[in-house]
């Protein structure tokens, strides 16, 4: 007797759990499925991400639905459109043998006429985005006043997503005799008063300990200068020639940015984020799903629920804000009994967050030293050796051997060998030649001072009410960097310094053009100091003068905007300093 029989499920289900080929149940399906068949019951199931939910919950309810009955007698939450269509197609599978059985996705940027149209030919499950849902019901385009069973799935995500009011205003469309199912990886205070409030005496199922991530998942932390972050993943990747892989930003710009640039490197990658329209994100998640992209870059919403298998890597280029989100960023590797690495590109300063992760997900990372030049060459050339000896001879090529052989006639196969590979590998072997060590180590730690940087006058200061620590806080959200990302932040009483890295100079000019704070102008300028004030730092290996471009070239780029010239210097020029900085205020605020 099959393991999914034996859990109570009919023959049409076996059939199809048969042809998915699935073999054995995984805990959270052997733990939900007897009690949800069984009994009439809410429940609360908690197993990690890629563990088998879905069927956990589908297997039972397409068992449970009368496909004789054309009314809705289901209604699934899900928190994004990707995750809603996954689940829809997944019920479809399950219930390739119940004919009359209909299953409408309902989510956001698609026709809300067609899923309408859909519903009213009769759909017995409908799989639905809150926002989308909502504009259903206010419509009264479907009617859940008599459904049997409500699933919250990817409860934690939904509620992540601020649903809340969403889901609590669906609910109170449905039948207080329904059962409600909720799924969740994992159980924050805000899924727990759902279940309170929502549900009544739920079924409590936890699979492993609450919140861990998959044992599956490796993790791992690599330490770079901030400003080395993008080559440090470059060479993550190149150290990782079969990568197929999720790499996480934090914000839109971010997550484009990186995109563009390694696809102007040359690597199949891709950018998904929620300003890409409907139609790109399906375009990318498709290729995705191909492999015609290996790296797909991400924001955490665009990337909710994205289940596709043999994931090999997650890469945390940025850390999340919220480090719980961490598990689900981990989650997308290592899934269905595959093994996945996660990765995380962070700075110093960033270290002790590994340490509240560990606490989290129980687990330990391992820190590794980015990989060198030499050794991607080594895995690089190896790589593709290990290519060569598997694949199949085209034999199409036959009847230009012999002219081929001509040319290469005086060649022993040793000579040929490097030949071939030079031909393939010198490109890359040049670039990696001369390229730098990335390990935090060896470049002198954060914060920096290089060329790499550029150091700001903001003319506000602690008379505004500003620390250094509100005023890096002020300028993180204004702009929407990272806390590293601002640094050095000096204030003084009517105005401050801080650095950031070259690459964010244009976003703080252009969002300091003309800004306003609590009805004072806030004007930001560059300085021609770095504000090195301690001496003795290193410079930065060459790294920063990329495109032939060094800072005080690129510093007259905005000339015009910093006619004072103002540094930083201690000693001697500060009182002129000072001055120079309190007439240029003066002049700022008369034109105010
Ligand atoms: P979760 O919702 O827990 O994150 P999913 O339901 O998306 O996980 O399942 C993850 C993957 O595992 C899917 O590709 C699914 O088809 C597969 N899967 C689920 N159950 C089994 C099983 N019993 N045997 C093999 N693969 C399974
Ligand atoms: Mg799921």
Redesign the pocket.
């Known amino acids: 007797m099959n393991a999914?029989q034996e859990l109570g499920l009919d023959a049409d289900l076996l059939q199809a759990?048969t042809d998915?080929?699935?073999?054995?149940?995984?805990e959270?399906?052997e733990k939900s499925i007897p009690i949800l068949l069984q009994q009439e019951t809410d429940l609360v199931s908690l197993?990690?991400?890629?563990?088998?939910?879905?069927?956990?919950f589908?297997f039972p309810l397409i068992q449970k639905i009368n496909p004789g009955s054309k009314k809705t007698q289901a209604l699934i939450l899900s928190p994004t459109r990707e995750l809603c269509l996954?689940?829809t197609n997944?019920l479809k599978l399950y219930s390739k043998y119940k004919k009359s059985l209909n299953v409408v996705a309902v989510y956001g940027g698609a026709s809300i006429t067609e899923q309408a149209k859909s519903i009213s030919r009769g759909a017995q499950i409908i799989v639905a985005t809150p926002g989308r849902m909502q504009d259903m019901i206010r419509r009264n385009l479907a009617d859940i006043s008599n459904i049997d069973y409500c699933v919250l799935?990817?409860a934690d995500e939904m509620l992540n997503m601020g649903f809340y009011e969403d889901i609590k205003s669906i609910l109170s469309h449905t039948p207080q005799e329904k059962k409600t199912w909720l799924?969740s990886?994992t159980m924050p205070k805000e899924v727990a008063k759902i279940a309170k409030k929502f549900m009544s005496n739920p079924v409590e199922i936890t699979v492993g300990s609450k919140n861990t991530g998959t044992a599956n998942v490796s993790h791992e932390y690599y330490l770079v200068n901030h400003r080395n972050r993008y080559d440090a993943l470059k060479r993550l990747a190149d150290a990782n020639p079969d990568i197929f892989s999720v790499i996480f930003c934090r914000t839109k710009r971010d997550t484009q940015k990186v995109a563009e640039k390694l696809i102007e490197d040359g690597y199949n990658a891709a950018a998904l984020h929620g300003d890409l329209s409907q139609n790109q994100r399906d375009l990318v998640m498709k290729s995705f799903r191909t492999r015609q992209i290996q790296m797909l870059v991400a924001t955490d919403v665009a990337a909710r629920?994205i289940?596709v298998?043999d994931i090999t890597h997650v890469i945390n280029y940025q850390l999340p804000d919220e480090i719980e989100t961490y598990t689900h960023r981990s989650?997308r590797t290592g899934?269905?009994?595959k093994q996945g690495v996660s990765m995380v590109i962070i700075s110093k300063s960033e270290v002790r967050k590994i340490r509240t992760i560990e606490k989290i997900i129980q687990q330990k990372f391992e820190q590794k030293e980015i990989p060198d030049g030499k050794e991607i060459c080594k895995i690089q050339l190896f790589h593709l050796a290990e290519d060569i000896r598997k694949t199949e001879i085209n034999h199409d090529i036959d009847p230009y051997l012999p002219t081929i052989n001509e040319a290469l006639e005086s060649f022993t196969k040793e000579e040929l060998i490097k030949k071939f590979f030079s031909v393939e590998f010198t490109r890359f072997f040049n670039y990696y030649e001369k390229a730098p060590d990335l390990s935090s180590e060896s470049s002198g730690g954060r914060p920096e001072v290089s060329e790499g940087n550029t150091r700001y006058f903001i003319n506000v200061g602690s008379k505004d009410g500003f620390d250094w620590k509100s005023l890096k806080d002020f300028l993180k959200e204004e702009l929407n960097l990272e806390r590293d990302d601002v640094f050095k932040v000096d204030v003084k009483g009517s105005f401050s310094f801080f650095n950031t890295d070259e690459q964010h100079t244009d976003l703080i000019l252009s969002t300091f053009s003309e800004f306003n704070h609590n009805g004072r102008f806030v004007n930001v300028e560059v300085t021609k100091d770095k504000g090195s004030d301690k001496g003795g730092r290193r410079r930065d290996r060459g790294g920063s003068k990329r495109n032939g471009k060094n800072f005080d070239k690129k510093g007259s780029d905005f000339g015009g905007r910093r006619r004072s010239d103002r540094t930083e210097k201690k000693g001697g020029r500060k009182a002129n300093r000072s001055k120079n900085i309190e007439n240029s205020l003066k002049r700022r605020r008369s034109k105010a």
């Open positions: 999914f759990i998915m080929g699935f073999e054995t149940p995984s959270v399906q197993a990690q991400t890629g563990t088998g939910k879905t069927a956990a589908g996954q689940i997944e799935d990817e799924f990886a629920g289940d298998d989650g899934r269905a009994g």
